[in-house]
């Protein structure tokens, strides 16, 4: 799947979440107030008398079905932002197959910002800035051009089966049964993430993060 495709299932879930729990938020509500429908506006409760047992009973249930209203609507407004915000990153993702493209695009747009600066008046500190943009965009995009340039892996070590995705941008571990406790410590110490996708323990794709895979592999015993 192509990452623009990734990023469009990405806010499709987090909208689809939103909406049921927006969902569940108004049926609780709704449910909460015909517990209580029977109730005079102001009634208070009537001790002593044979309707005392009820009031409170749905008192209670009004107060637990309306704070369950509130928690969920919290809950749709959290899912709300995780996808506006999915929707207006515009910052490129090392996982997009056509990274490099809009880096080498966004570097050469940074120098050209950069050169004509300096032909306007400007404060110190903005070509301080760009200067610095520039050098990290030259730094991902070597770092891309490496990754570019790996052969794919796919080898057994101990009983471990490491595996380098240049498709998924990914470093991969499949153990054929649950690591020790150990073992997940260190995998998640070294930046190694449970994928329930795809199986396995994984991290980005990096020369580093191959050695590291090696080095698990081969401790585990």
Request: with cysteine; proline share 2%.
């Amino acid at each position: 799947m192509k990452y623009e495709d990734k990023k469009q299932a990405r806010i499709s879930k987090y909208q689809n979440r939103a909406q049921k729990a927006t969902e569940a938020s108004e049926s609780s509500s709704k449910t909460a107030h015909e517990i209580i429908s029977h109730i005079p506006m102001g009634q208070p409760i009537l001790v002593g008398h044979h309707s005392e047992a009820r009031h409170r009973r749905d008192l209670k249930r009004f107060e637990n079905n309306m704070r369950k209203s509130i928690n969920l609507q919290e809950k749709a407004e959290y899912y709300k932002q995780k996808a506006k915000s999915a929707e207006i990153n515009t910052s490129i993702s090392s996982d997009d197959e056509n990274a490099l493209t809009k880096l080498k695009a966004k570097l050469e747009n940074t120098i050209e910002t950069k050169n004509k600066l300096k032909k306007l008046p400007h404060e110190p500190y903005q070509l301080t800035n760009l200067g610095q943009q520039i050098r990290q965009i030259k730094k991902r995009i070597e770092v891309l051009e490496k990754v570019s340039d790996m052969k794919e892996i796919d080898e057994q070590i101990n009983g471990i089966r490491l595996v380098v995705d240049k498709e998924l941008n990914r470093v991969q571990l499949f153990f054929n049964d649950i690591p020790a406790t150990e073992t997940r410590t260190k995998l998640k110490g070294m930046g190694f993430k449970w994928s329930h996708t795809n199986g396995c323990w994984q991290r980005m794709i990096s020369q580093y993060a191959i050695q590291l895979a090696r080095s698990i592999a081969q401790e585990t015993i």
